[in-house]
Nanobody, 117 residues
Framework: QVQLVESGGGSVQPGGSLRLSCKAS????????MGWYRQAPGKQRELVAL???????NYADSVKGRFTVSRDNAKNTVSLQMNSLKPEDTADYYC???????????WGRGTQVTVSS
């Protein structure tokens, strides 16, 4: 089994910053990538940012230039630095890990991010 534990959500005013962190443990072999998805009320879950084992990153267009994803491969952690937050960034954020060979997804329980004045 794979366990993902997130931390760092909360409430912030527009223009503010938050940092999310996630630690993976358990049967985490052959990681393809780790990252973050989010789901706003009434919307589908969407990719926010992903970073592969090789360091390649992929961001949603809506967060490019504002969010930065990083990993510590040795510690199996992934972080998301979120700057210049907007109300439309409000959502539940889920840590994700994709394991080879089938790119199987594992999820954390989610952490809430609220951006409001």
């Amino acid at each position: 089994q794979v366990q993902l534990v997130e931390s760092g959500g909360g409430s912030v005013q527009p223009g503010g910053s938050l940092r999310l962190s996630c630690k993976a443990s358990g049967s985490i072999f052959n990681i393809y990538g780790m990252g973050w998805y989010r789901q706003a009320p009434g919307k589908q879950r969407e990719l926010v940012a992903l970073i592969t084992n090789g360091g390649t990153t992929n961001y949603a267009d809506s967060v490019k230039g504002r969010f930065t994803v990083s990993r510590d491969n040795a510690k199996n952690t992934v972080s998301l630095q979120m700057n210049s937050l907007k109300p439309e960034d409000t959502a539940d954020y889920y840590c994700n890990v994709k394991l080879l060979p089938y790119y199987r997804d594992y999820w954390g329980r989610g952490t809430q991010v609220t951006v409001s004045s």
